[in-house]
Every structure is written in structure tokens, then in C-alpha cells.
């Protein structure tokens, strides 16, 4: 017998794993490297938050277990954020309060999926969704948009890879990793779709506040109301309010759900850390300027990288209108000669930028579309322009 289990060994180490660990030894070695892996906002957490946790850290309420489902004030002040920000209206007995966006990833398809149960999943996906979906004993079925349309899938793909397994779509706008945000038209066609078939919608909302241009972040069950009784939101703290470390996600959706999700909590890790969820209370119920302030350094960036990158022969960028990433096509430079080798692939290439220009980007193999680089610009504008103009320098010589 296998000391590990199928189901565990079976976890696709991730892409970005390698250059990850690469990056954090050169830089251990003193390299000036600049890295644009990271997945969370490089401010510090607002002060009232702060406060708040510190406040909630002397207080006894806080020292004993408490309700796996979630503070009953925080489910509260979620259902009327929720309200407030996208217009979805749920009562607060339809929130889970989970540790983290990612747990309520993996709880909400623990909590649909039977095993061989298939869920569309939009690519360039997040590297999570796939995992999640596999260990809850699902199967991924990946269906691809590029960067002609932006990377947004229609319905006509989604039909295409419909079958009679089909349980749940996954959505994911603003997404990760490509900053595509999909206008009201397009999820109100998927949404329309979805009901027709009884397909069930997990929508990750956690860059809901993160856009730019004048768009807005579409919720799904409220441009298609009928669609609520089949659709779990996922949301969280993190990269709103620059809360990546206190853990604090949650689900909203069908009390039924919610109640067999809550259960399975129970059982899985009892009630999220109660400092945290305090924290979350006061990011939720507070006011949202700070945020905003936050989305305009974002913006600023945004700008600035989309336009360094597509000054780079053979890069092409399209502009991400939401979130914190840029995700350009490099295809057109795999298989070229830099400095004596041919990259044949974005892992390769990857590797290669690491080690000559010392910087460090995440190729798009970890979102299952090979041919690409996520850039993050959750870091400062200076190392920003530095970083870019290096690739830029290494990337010219490519014949
Ligand atoms: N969903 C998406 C699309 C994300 O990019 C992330 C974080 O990278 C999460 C969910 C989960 O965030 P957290 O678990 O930090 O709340």
C-alpha cells in the first residue's frame, strides 16, 4: 500500500512552484530579483480593521468556540454588503463564513458534486478550481477562451461542452488570472443558459471591487433572478481590503446548501478563527473609500504595465479591466533563441526570465492555457517599470 492516498498523490503540483522557489533562492542569495507572482494586494491592511482585531483579541466572547456557520453579526453584515454591493438580497441564515475564498471553493463543491459530477471550468482559470473540483470527486471539464475575445467564453462554447453530467459552471469576474471582467449582456446570456438547463452556477465574486474603465462587476443571480435557487456566491475579505493573511471567505446561497455546507464545516474545522471574523465585520460594515484609494494605485499601474508590455515585440496584452493581473500572449516568441536556447514552452521561457533578467512571472501552464505569462502588479511602480523593462531588454534579443 501507497503511504499517501490516490486522491492526495493525485494533486498536479503547481507551475508556479518551480520558478517560485527559484525566485526566493536568488533573492536569498542577495539577486535583486523582482517578482510579479504574487496573488495579493502589497498594501497594509486599513487601520480601522486593525483596530478592530485588537479590540476583539481582549474581549473573552472571542476565546471560546462559536457557531461553525459564522458570527451571526458577520452573516449579518454580509447579507446587507451583499445587498449593497451587487444587489443580491439574501437573508443572513444564507452565509457561510468560511477560511477564506479558497475554502469556500473547495466547501462549495464538497458540498454539490458526486463523484464523476462535471463542472465547466472557464479557462485561464485560477489554479485552485481544478483541484477543488477533483478531490470533492468531480471532473474539470475545461473550456478555453482566448486572448481574441479577451478571454470570455460564449455560450455557444459552454453548450458545446454540455453533458448529461453537467452539474455546475464555474464563473469567475473579474478573473483571475486574465483581469477579464464580462459585460451584463454575456452573463446575462450564460446565466439564461445555465437556468434552462438546471445547471448549477458557483460565481467567484472576490474581485467584485476591482474594476476599471467604468465597468462594473456583474452578479449573475441578480441579472437572472431565477437563477438564485442554483447559484453559491463565493466572496471574501482578502483582496478587497488587502486581507490576504486573517483567512476570512464565505459562501452565499440556497439555505438547504448552506445548511449541508455549515454542517460539513462543523466537522472539518468548527468555527473560523473569531479575531478574524471580527475583522472581517469591521472591513464589511465599514466605508469603502479606502478601497477605492486602493483601486486607483491599481489603476494607475494597470495603465502602466499594459502599456510597457506591449511595446515588447512579439508580447501581446490585451487590457484587463479588472482585478490585479496581465495576462499577454508570448506564443509568437516560444521556440526563438535567447541567449543560446530555445524555450518551447511558457515554463521554459519562465525559467529563462528568471535567470537572465531576474524576474519572475507565472506561466500561464498553471492556468491551463500554456502560451502565456500572469503578471501581478500588486507591487510598487518603480520595481513595476524595472521589472517590465528587463523582460523587455532580455525578450528583444529573442531571433
Ligand atoms: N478566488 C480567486 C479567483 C482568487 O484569485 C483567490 C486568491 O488568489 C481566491 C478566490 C481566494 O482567496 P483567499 O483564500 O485568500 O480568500
Same mark, same amino acid.
Given at each position: 500500500?501507497?503511504?499517501?492516498? @490516490?486522491?492526495?498523490?493525485?494533486?498536479?503540483?503547481?507551475?508556479?512552484?518551480? =520558478?517560485?522557489?527559484?525566485?526566493?533562492?536568488?533573492?536569498?542569495?542577495?539577486?535583486?530579483?523582482?517578482? !510579479?507572482?504574487?496573488?495579493?494586494?502589497? !498594501?497594509? /491592511?486599513?487601520?480601522?480593521?486593525?483596530?478592530?482585531?485588537?479590540?476583539?483579541?481582549?474581549?473573552?466572547? &472571542?476565546?471560546?468556540?462559536?457557531?461553525?456557520?459564522?458570527?451571526?453579526?458577520?452573516?449579518? +453584515?454580509?447579507?446587507? %454588503?451583499?445587498?449593497?454591493?451587487?444587489?443580491?438580497?439574501?437573508?443572513?441564515?444564507?452565509?457561510?463564513?468560511? &477560511?477564506?475564498?479558497?475554502?469556500?471553493?473547495?466547501?462549495?463543491?464538497?458540498?454539490?458534486?458526486?463523484?464523476?459530477?462535471?463542472?465547466?471550468?472557464?479557462?485561464?482559470?485560477?489554479?485552485?478550481?481544478?483541484?477543488?473540483?477533483?478531490?470533492?470527486?468531480?471532473?474539470?471539464?475545461?473550456?478555453?477562451?482566448?486572448?481574441?475575445?479577451?478571454?470570455?467564453?460564449?455560450?455557444?462554447? $459552454?453548450?458545446?461542452?454540455?453533458?448529461?453530467?453537467?452539474?455546475?459552471?464555474?464563473?469567475?469576474?473579474?478573473?483571475?488570472? /486574465?483581469? @477579464?471582467?464580462?459585460?451584463?449582456?454575456?452573463?446575462?446570456?450564460?446565466?439564461?443558459?445555465?437556468?434552462?438547463?438546471?445547471?448549477?452556477?458557483?460565481?467567484?465574486?472576490?474581485?467584485?471591487?476591482?474594476?476599471?474603465?467604468?465597468? /462594473?462587476?456583474?452578479?449573475?443571480?441578480?441579472?437572472? *433572478?431565477?437563477? @438564485?435557487?442554483?447559484? $453559491?456566491? $463565493?466572496?471574501?475579505?482578502? %483582496?478587497?481590503?488587502?486581507?490576504?493573511?486573517?483567512? =476570512?471567505?464565505?459562501?452565499?446561497?440556497?439555505?438547504?446548501?448552506?445548511?449541508?455546507?455549515?454542517?460539513?464545516?462543523?466537522?472539518?474545522?468548527? &468555527?473560523?478563527?473569531?479575531?478574524?471574523?471580527?475583522?472581517?465585520? +469591521?472591513?464589511?460594515?465599514?466605508?469603502?473609500?479606502?478601497?477605492?484609494?486602493?483601486?486607483? +494605485?491599481?489603476?494607475?499601474?494597470?495603465?502602466?504595465?499594459?502599456?510597457?508590455?506591449?511595446?515588447?515585440?512579439?508580447?501581446?496584452? *490585451?487590457?484587463?479591466?479588472?482585478? !490585479?493581473?496581465?495576462?499577454?500572449?508570448? %506564443?509568437?516568441?516560444?521556440? %526563438?533563441?535567447?541567449?543560446?536556447?530555445?524555450?518551447?514552452?511558457?515554463?521554459?521561457?519562465?525559467?529563462?526570465?528568471?535567470?537572465? +533578467?531576474?524576474?519572475? =512571472?507565472?506561466?500561464?501552464?498553471?492556468?491551463?492555457?500554456?502560451?502565456? !505569462?500572469?503578471?501581478?502588479?500588486?507591487?510598487?511602480?518603480?520595481?513595476?517599470?524595472?521589472?517590465?523593462?528587463?523582460?523587455?531588454?532580455?525578450?528583444?534579443?529573442?531571433?
Amino acid at each position: 500500500r501507497s503511504r499517501v492516498s @490516490a486522491r492526495i498523490a493525485g494533486i498536479t503540483p503547481s507551475a508556479t512552484l518551480a =520558478v517560485d522557489a527559484k525566485a526566493k533562492a536568488l533573492k536569498a542569495e542577495g539577486r535583486p530579483v523582482i517578482g !510579479f507572482g504574487a496573488g495579493q494586494p502589497d !498594501f497594509p /491592511t486599513p487601520d480601522h480593521i486593525v483596530e478592530a482585531a485588537a479590540a476583539a483579541v481582549r474581549d473573552r466572547a &472571542n476565546h471560546g468556540y462559536t457557531a461553525a456557520a459564522g458570527l451571526p453579526e458577520l452573516r449579518e +453584515a454580509i447579507a446587507a %454588503k451583499t445587498l449593497r454591493d451587487s444587489g443580491f438580497d439574501c437573508d443572513p441564515s444564507q452565509v457561510l463564513i468560511t &477560511n477564506g475564498g479558497k475554502q469556500a471553493v473547495y466547501s462549495a463543491f464538497a458540498t454539490l458534486l458526486d463523484p464523476g459530477d462535471e463542472v465547466l471550468l472557464l479557462a485561464p482559470y485560477w489554479t485552485t478550481y481544478p483541484e477543488s473540483i477533483t478531490l470533492a470527486g468531480g471532473v474539470p471539464v475545461q473550456v478555453t477562451a482566448d486572448e481574441s475575445t479577451g478571454y470570455l467564453a460564449t455560450v455557444e462554447q $459552454l453548450e458545446a461542452a454540455r453533458t448529461e453530467r453537467t452539474k455546475v459552471l464555474l464563473f469567475n469576474s473579474p478573473s483571475n488570472p /486574465t483581469g @477579464a471582467v464580462y459585460p451584463r449582456e454575456q452573463v446575462e446570456a450564460i446565466g439564461r443558459w445555465a437556468y434552462e438547463h438546471g445547471i448549477w452556477v458557483v460565481t467567484d465574486e472576490i474581485y467584485e471591487h476591482l474594476v476599471y474603465d467604468g465597468m /462594473t462587476a456583474e452578479s449573475m443571480p441578480v441579472v437572472v *433572478p431565477e437563477l @438564485a435557487d442554483q447559484t $453559491l456566491i $463565493l466572496n471574501g475579505v482578502a %483582496k478587497t481590503y488587502s486581507m490576504t493573511g486573517w483567512r =476570512v471567505g464565505w459562501i452565499a446561497g440556497p439555505t438547504d446548501v448552506i445548511k449541508a455546507a455549515a454542517s460539513y464545516q462543523s466537522h472539518l474545522c468548527g &468555527n473560523v478563527a473569531n479575531v478574524s471574523q471580527r475583522a472581517a465585520l +469591521a472591513a464589511v460594515a465599514g466605508p469603502l473609500d479606502v478601497v477605492a484609494e486602493m483601486r486607483a +494605485a491599481f489603476d494607475a499601474r494597470r495603465k502602466r504595465i499594459v502599456a510597457l508590455l506591449s511595446e515588447i515585440p512579439g508580447v501581446d496584452c *490585451p487590457t484587463p479591466q479588472g482585478a !490585479f493581473y496581465a495576462y499577454p500572449s508570448v %506564443k509568437a516568441l516560444l521556440g %526563438k533563441e535567447i541567449r543560446g536556447e530555445r524555450p518551447e514552452d511558457t515554463v521554459a521561457l519562465a525559467d529563462l526570465i528568471l535567470r537572465e +533578467a531576474e524576474v519572475a =512571472v507565472v506561466p500561464g501552464e498553471a492556468f491551463g492555457t500554456p502560451g502565456y !505569462f500572469r503578471f501581478s502588479y500588486a507591487l510598487a511602480e518603480e520595481d513595476l517599470v524595472e521589472g517590465v523593462t528587463r523582460v523587455g531588454r532580455l525578450l528583444a534579443e529573442a531571433t
